[in-house]
């Protein structure tokens, strides 16, 4: 058996032991008033994070009946903006022309969470800057310590890291694990997936 194949499982199931509970509570009751006020949740990330906040929109949107969007959804808007004011205002910029708002919600998924010091992800930096000051709150997905989102979010799931070399794959798969059981939980969830509706309609 490849060694490989038992560190990356092991490490998982020690992630599972692990992650802070009470930061994913935190979370949900935080997306349960962006429900009962009718918000919206921002979902931002980049590279592999970014395909995940198209996942996190169409399950917010059709199972948590959450307005839901992520401005990686539209590369032909994305690329004009990173074309036209460059690549670190381009959340910004979009959370700007979305009129975000105090009844709204930033969702930042990352691996480090932002460095201001390295000039790591500083368009997320400069997202989370800009909810803050217009009164919405942040959470976030991300691993490592956090970087600029656990410093910066009301509520903040750390992802344990647990090799150096393995960091980015958890931290991304995670992120689903985690906005997984976010969506499905029973004070969030409005409607049940497929399989599972057809399996109580079976019974």
Not at 41 to 53: E, Y
Request: hydrophobic share 35%; proline share 2%; aromatic share 8%.
């Amino acid at each position: 058996m490849n060694k490989y194949i038992d560190k990356y499982l092991d490490e998982a199931q020690r992630i599972t032991k692990e992650i802070d509970r009470e930061s994913i509570e935190k979370t949900i009751k935080r997306i349960l008033v962006v429900k009962q006020k009718k918000g919206r949740i921002f979902f931002l990330g980049v590279g592999g994070s970014a395909a995940n906040c198209s996942h996190a929109v169409n399950d917010f949107r059709k199972i948590a009946e959450i307005e839901s969007y992520t401005p990686m959804d539209n590369i032909a808007e994305m690329s004009a903006r990173i074309n036209d004011d460059g690549w670190e205002t381009i959340f910004k910029s979009w959370l700007e022309g979305s009129k975000i708002n105090k009844d709204d919600l930033v969702f930042v998924l990352s691996v480090g969470g932002g460095n201001k010091k390295n000039g790591i992800s500083v368009n997320l930096i400069s997202a989370i800057d800009y909810a803050k000051k217009v009164g919405c709150d942040v959470v976030g997905i991300v691993g490592r310590d956090g970087g600029y989102t656990a410093q910066n979010s009301h509520a903040c799931v750390i992802i344990p890291t647990q090799s150096n070399e393995t960091i980015t794959p958890h931290v991304e798969a995670w992120q689903a694990v985690v906005w997984h059981l976010i969506v499905t939980d029973p004070r969030v969830q409005s409607h049940s997936n497929k399989w599972e509706s057809i399996i109580k309609k079976d019974k």
